[in-house]
């Protein structure tokens, strides 16, 4: 029997193991970072929310004008047969279409690509581990990194644009942070690798409007939130406010709600995690197992 333990792939019809998934060199995926992705989680045997999930694809692949020959319900299809394949029970599910490879070699027309689908799925990923919620979640914002501007790069289509993330990573290694978080030109806080941002004052929860991917997870979150009765303001969040917050935390497919401690020399409550962002954690994962939020897996084995 095939081993997907380390993940699958879906390439051309086929499911693969993941070790097996490749792309060509000149494909400007890889050359110029000419593609768009989604990653829908996989919980507990289940995909979470996997239609909104494909409508954020399909509107990513329209903004950037990517068509991969294949239609949404094929897109859909070929995810619930991966991950049915792959055993994978907790998993992130990535769906990725690329630019391709020149048809005329050499050629800069992006209308003479071969644009193509690829589906991968591994282990879940938690892209802070989730022991750390309780030692106390560290983010460095650097004020000499910002992220790209969002007339450069449209960040609701998402993208592998990560220079500004990779070395705001670097950053905040150097400083025993986490992970971290950028401002745009104008002192805003918009996203990190991976992640939205919240900031809680009182009853009243705010997240950045502009130069953000409209999280999934952030939608939830904000669905929670009004369930749970804050006020809600989606709206320019500036770095000072953010500092003043009584609680912060990160909102993102890969490992749920991810509450805070510090924020450079800023720590929230005792730099530990705060009860609210604590309690939307929770409901988080209880939303994951709502049945009108998810599709079951099949699974062969
Ligand atoms: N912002 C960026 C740049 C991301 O890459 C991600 C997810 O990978 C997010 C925000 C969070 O989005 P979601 O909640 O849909 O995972």
């Not at 055993?87 to 027309?109: E, F, K, W």
């Not at 799925?121 to 802070?128: E, G, K």
């Not at 990779?166 to 002192?187: I, M, N, S, V, W």
């Not at 997240?207 to 709206?235: H, S």
């Amino acid at each position: 029997m095939t081993d997907f333990s380390a993940g699958a792939a879906w390439v051309k019809g086929r499911v693969v193991p993941i070790g097996e998934a490749s792309i060509g060199v000149l494909d400007w995926g890889l050359t110029h970072s000419d593609a768009t992705y989604d990653v829908v989680p996989v919980w507990r045997g289940g995909f979470f929310r996997l239609d909104d999930y494909l409508d954020r694809f399909m509107a990513s692949m329209a903004a950037v004008r990517l068509d991969v020959g294949l239609d949404r319900g094929q897109i859909r299809a070929a995810l619930i047969e991966m991950v049915a394949a792959s055993g994978l029970r907790d998993a992130y599910v990535a769906m990725v279409a690329l630019r391709g490879s020149p048809l005329i070699p050499g050629t800069r027309d992006p209308r003479y690509c071969a644009n193509h689908f690829i589906g991968w799925c591994v282990p879940y990923v938690n892209i802070i581990p989730p022991a750390r919620i309780a030692e106390g979640v560290r983010v460095y914002i650097p004020d000499d990194i910002h992220r790209i501007p969002e007339d450069c790069v449209n960040p609701r289509a998402k993208n592998y644009h990560w220079g500004d993330f990779t070395q705001g990573l670097f950053a905040a290694k150097d400083r025993d942070c986490d992970t971290t978080l950028l401002t745009d030109h104008a002192g805003n806080v918009t996203e990190g690798p991976g992640f939205n941002v919240f900031a809680i004052f009182g009853n009243r929860v705010v997240t950045p409007d502009r130069g953000v991917l409209e999280g999934l997870t952030r939608r939830t979150v904000l669905e929670i939130c009004a369930d749970k009765g804050y006020q809600i303001e989606v709206r320019a969040l500036p770095l000072h406010e953010l500092l003043e917050a009584d609680e912060v935390f990160l909102s993102t497919s890969s490992g749920g709600v991810v509450p805070v401690a510090q924020v450079n020399d800023t720590r929230y409550g005792n730099a530990a995690p705060g009860p609210k962002g604590m309690a939307i954690r929770e409901s988080y994962f209880d939303w994951m197992l709502r049945p009108d939020l998810r599709l079951e897996v099949v699974y062969a084995n």
